[in-house]
């Protein structure tokens, strides 16, 4: 009886021995054949297998001898095929990029490439969290711009409510911001920029870190940021927003744009009315009063040769009162009596032609004019100019994609008028030609080059010679790093952030001391991403950047004549600044985690003692969780760190968070 068993057991183990299976596959890029790590394989819902660092994995326990296999990764198309078992060798398995998912095509480097096949570093804040952030804030993108890593929005005055973009720890002024290319917020228009643009218009914001004045001239010291708005398309867009806040603030945006055959329009009209607020109830606003009116509307002609003629307006008209609770409200009574005013007009046209050849050759013409005037009045001292800006630009594109060259002409001038309300006359005209070529190659699969040059003459300062490289390195499907540096530079003008705070009252004009030198800078930028992907719900990817810029001849004040009066002189040391820059990101199915880290040290090397910048924190943090669900809604929560900062008078401030 016993050997009888036995003999029935073997037969039924040497049977399921046999009708058992293994799948063996490699997954692979198709494009260029690394293999994937984190890919999924599955041949029903509770049998399945991950792929290795060799894109292998393996099926055990197959009963059947015809199976359907199902690979999916993050990012790339699913694939599935009939499979006969038993396999005479491993299937090599080649996934497909998903062409359907949302590619961020990047504008600010005159390309079209997408952000992952450029050499150059871009951080690019989309369209959906543009949408997000438009429901927190919708008078102004500083706090949009506040909430990326290594970006520090400034508050240059108390009373205006001012504020100034700080990348790697630099002055606002070393910033240029652009609008679809065009760099209309320069000098004196630099003036509450950033507080008079609504996001609702705005399809991308795309961020450039590092000296880049290669790219659009002169101003990019710090790096460039550029707002691209949205372009009619055939099924109409038509955003309204009522915003209401608790600080008393109530904001009206709308936006419409649709295409009608060979005739595109678009409109965005925004208007805002801010109470001023003293949450504190120390009798000082700590929101400025604030009216304000915006109206955007543009023509889009789209011609039968394929070339497309845009035409943009851009009015903003605002008044802002910020100071004293009782003198805003007009209740003086003899001891608040301090008001700061400040009221502006900001009026813009730009037009854009777009001319597209054989062979993928492409004409780009493009000229604007920005009129800008700001009145500052106090109770004491007031402060007034207007400022004229143009700029011009002709540039050709042409060659394959894969070795593809950009070469163009511009010129910008800037004049601003001080009007006459004291005895002095800080009036300047800056006029700047330039010549520029830019090159993207992609050398092979794995590596890919940017390079530009480009050459400005300003009569009053001479030639400026401006080199920029960038190196893209695919070392596999999740590890990618890149290499960049490049030269910068700016001419003086009176409009910083030193004389910002004092309302630009007791500065002498710019040559009051002697001539000045335009300040000139190199920088570099390191970063090396990873990125992957544990089965189909989790996501993982970290992004490290190092950074170091070096400024020469940093236009500083410094007391002439008098206790009231201030000139400005070149510094005879630099100023430097270097640090680093962290960003993760975790997902689990409709949960995301992001986190953020920025290091700078930015040192003032031309004092006896080198300091850290003023108003500069070397440690900021951040963090976000989020839970979204498609068609059902989404939740977060955000804190944010800043640590001390050092004030003008040497002391420190306190740590802290807001949550």
């Not at 992609?442 to 920029?468: C, H, K, M, Q, T």
Request: charged fraction near 20%; charge should be negative.
């Amino acid at each position: 009886m016993k050997q009888f068993a036995c003999v029935v057991l073997g037969l039924l183990w040497s049977v399921s021995t046999y009708a058992q299976h293994t799948f063996k596959a490699q997954i692979i890029d198709a494009e260029s054949g690394e293999p994937l790590l984190g890919a999924t394989a599955k041949i029903s819902p509770t049998q399945g297998a991950v792929s290795d660092a060799e894109g292998n994995l393996e099926i055990t326990n197959i009963l059947s001898e015809e199976i359907t296999v199902e690979v999916s990764f993050v990012g790339y198309e699913e694939w599935s095929q009939v499979i006969s078992l038993p396999q005479t060798k491993r299937l090599t398995i080649a996934l497909e990029h998903d062409e359907h998912l949302e590619e961020v095509i990047i504008t600010a480097t005159r390309s079209t490439r997408t952000i992952d096949d450029l050499p150059t570093r871009v951080e690019a804040i989309t369209s959906e969290e543009l949408d997000e952030k438009s429901m927190m804030r919708s008078a102004n993108i500083a706090m949009l711009l506040r909430e990326s890593t290594g970006i520090q929005m400034q508050q240059t005055s108390a009373s205006s409510g001012n504020q100034s973009i700080r990348i790697q720890g630099l002055d606002g002024r070393y910033t240029q911001l652009l609008k679809d290319g065009f760099p209309i917020f320069g000098g004196f228009a630099g003036g509450l920029s950033i507080m008079q643009i609504p996001p609702l218009d705005l399809r991308q914001v795309e961020v450039i870190k590092g000296s880049n004045s290669t790219l659009y001239g002169g101003g990019a010291i710090a790096g460039l940021v550029n707002l691209v708005t949205h372009t009619p398309e055939e099924k109409r867009r038509l955003r309204l927003m009522v915003d209401q806040t608790t600080a008393r603030g109530t904001t009206l945006n709308g936006f419409y744009a649709q295409r009608f055959g060979a005739v595109g329009v678009s409109l965005f009209a925004s208007a805002n009315r801010q109470q001023a607020y003293d949450p504190n109830e120390d009798s000082f606003s700590d929101l400025p009063q604030i009216r304000s009116l915006t109206v955007n509307p543009s023509l889009f002609f789209y011609l039968k040769d394929n070339s497309l003629i845009r035409v943009t307006l851009n009015g903003t008209v605002e008044n802002r009162r910020g100071g004293d609770m009782n003198q805003i409200s007009e209740r003086p009574n003899g001891v608040h009596t301090f008001v700061e005013e400040n009221a502006t007009d900001r009026f813009n046209y730009q037009l854009s032609y777009q001319k597209p050849f054989a062979n993928g050759m492409q004409l780009n013409v493009r000229h604007s004019l920005t009129y800008f005037d700001r009145g500052i009045t106090t109770t004491d001292f007031s402060f007034q100019g207007e400022q004229y800006s143009t700029f011009s630009e002709a540039n050709f594109q042409f060659g394959k994609e894969s070795f593809r060259w950009t070469v163009g002409v511009n010129g910008y001038t800037d004049t601003f008028n001080e009007f006459d309300v004291d005895s002095l006359r800080r009036d300047y005209t800056i006029n700047t030609l330039g010549v520029f070529a830019q090159n993207t190659w992609d050398i092979n699969p794995r590596w890919a080059l940017e390079s530009g040059l480009r050459v400005e003459y300003d009569p009053n300062y001479g030639e400026f010679i401006l080199p920029r490289v960038a190196l893209l390195s695919r070392i596999n499907e999740q590890w990618t790093a890149r290499l960049s540096g490049g030269a910068g530079y700016k001419q003086p003008t009176l409009f910083t952030e030193e004389a910002e705070n004092l309302i630009f009252r007791g500065i002498e004009p710019l040559f009051r001391n002697g001539f000045l030198a335009p300040e000139r800078s190199w920088g570099g930028n390191l970063d090396v991403n990873y990125q992957t992907a544990w089965g189909d719900d989790w996501t993982f990817s970290v992004n490290q950047l190092f950074f170091y810029t070096w400024l020469t001849k940093p236009l500083v004040l410094q007391p002439y004549g008098g206790a009231d009066s201030f000139v400005f002189v070149n510094a005879e040391g630099p100023l430097t600044s270097n640090g680093t820059e962290t960003n993760v990101k975790l997902t689990y199915k409709d949960f995301k985690l992001f986190a953020n880290y920025a290091f700078a040290n930015t040192l003032q090397r031309y004092r006896e003692v080198q300091l850290q910048s003023p108003l500069t924190p070397r440690h900021r943090m951040g963090s976000v969780l989020m839970w979204e669900a498609h068609g059902k809604g989404r939740i977060g929560l955000e804190a944010y760190y800043t640590g001390e900062q050092r004030l003008e008078d040497g002391t420190a401030t306190q740590p802290f968070w807001i949550v």
